[in-house]
């Protein structure tokens, strides 16, 4: 190979070991003028107290300085101008449930003594709209049929932290029967009514009910998971609200409910915003459903959070026709009406083709999905 060439080659490999004199002043100035937040604050500071003292060389500290921080922050600036109306929003809607749920807590007051007030508030006007039966309830009316429930069960020794399980569709009854039993300080269980065999008597096995209630049409359901023997109801009594099926020992619970009194229940425990008030499953969609132990106070914290932030108000009426058993309607719905004296209009089934339909003629104002 020619000298030169081997020359040029030489030259070359020493070149490219050095580094870039434009890339190490840029490192270094990247170096030297990047500070963190806290240092900005600080020499923002500095050039603040130098000011008055010195104009000059301030006021051009000043300016570098300003013009760094637009340079690395002004973009962030600029957006948290544009939400800061939102973020002072959302920090008083916190400090404003914070502190009532804060207030509830030292007022001690159970679920159903809440809705008492709101009765009393409310006599005359409608809580209850159950499309598939065609009933309209006031409040009054509603916490007479919720006495109901709660007196049948005192009659039958049903104490503080016994279980129901609650089996059945979308309807008054359901939210009447949990609110009666509450009073008496009893948890209800609230069972997906499209469970079946294995998953169904898993919820009702793990949640230790000593009672189930149910509809004319789940106790069909029920009957299968007997007769496969993936459920024993030895001592547990199931309760239908109509016609119990031939052959069984099913009780035909409607017409006991008729013969009940209307007047409050006289408690024999105490219960108070810590006490249990229901279970709600999960789904079962990775495995059998798990229980969520829903308390007074969470039920409460949960209406009164939505409330809040959705601004609905006691004159709003809920369309109700998501499954009650969960939380979405069972508590986002249907407590707008337990705990502030909105009203509930209570549809079987979501129906995509009735939706509108139903809002128009009920009025509705709110509905949750």
Known sequence: MPPSVRSS????????????????????????????????VML?????ALLPSNPGIGSVLLALISGYIYKDYGDFIYR?????????????????????????????????????????????????IDIE????LTFKEFNQHCNRYANYFQNKNYRKGDVVALYMENSVEFVAAWMGLAKLGCVTSWINSNLKREQLSHCIETSKAK???????????L?????EELLKLSNVDVLV???????????????????????EPKTKDDTDFRSVLCFI??????????????????????????????????????????????TAAGILGIGQSIVFGSSCVIRKKFSASNFWHDCVKFDCTVSFY
């Open 133 to 136: 039966t065609s009933r309209t």
């Open 80 to 128: 948290s101008y544009l939400t800061l109306h939102r973020d002072l929003s959302g920090l008083y809607l916190i400090i404003i449930i914070k502190t009532h749920l804060w207030l509830a807590l030292r007022r001690n007051r159970p679920l159903h003594e809440i809705f008492l007030g709101v009765v009393e508030k409310n006599l005359n006007k409608i809580a209850m």
């Open 241 to 263: 609200l109509g016609n119990p099926a031939s052959g069984t020992e099913f009780h035909n619970f409607r017409k006991s409910l008729e013969d009940q009194d209307i007047l």
């Open 9 to 40: 080659e030489g030259i070359g490999d020493e070149n490219a070991n050095l580094p870039d004199q434009r890339t190490m002043a840029e490192q270094a100035q990247r170096y030297f003028l990047r500070f963190s937040p806290t240092e900005t």
């Open 281 to 326: 499953y999960t789904s079962g969609t990775t495995g059998m459903p798990k229980a969520a132990v829903m308390k007074h106070f969470r039920y409460y914290s949960i209406v009164y959070g939505a409330a809040k932030s959705f601004g609905i108000r006691s004159s709003d009426r809920i369309y109700v026709s998501m499954p009650i058993y969960h």
């Open 223 to 227: 009957l299968d998971a007997i007769s």
């Open 211 to 221: 009672a189930i209630i149910t509809s004319e049409t789940l106790q069909n359901v």
């Open 44 to 48: 923002l500071t500095l050039v603040l």
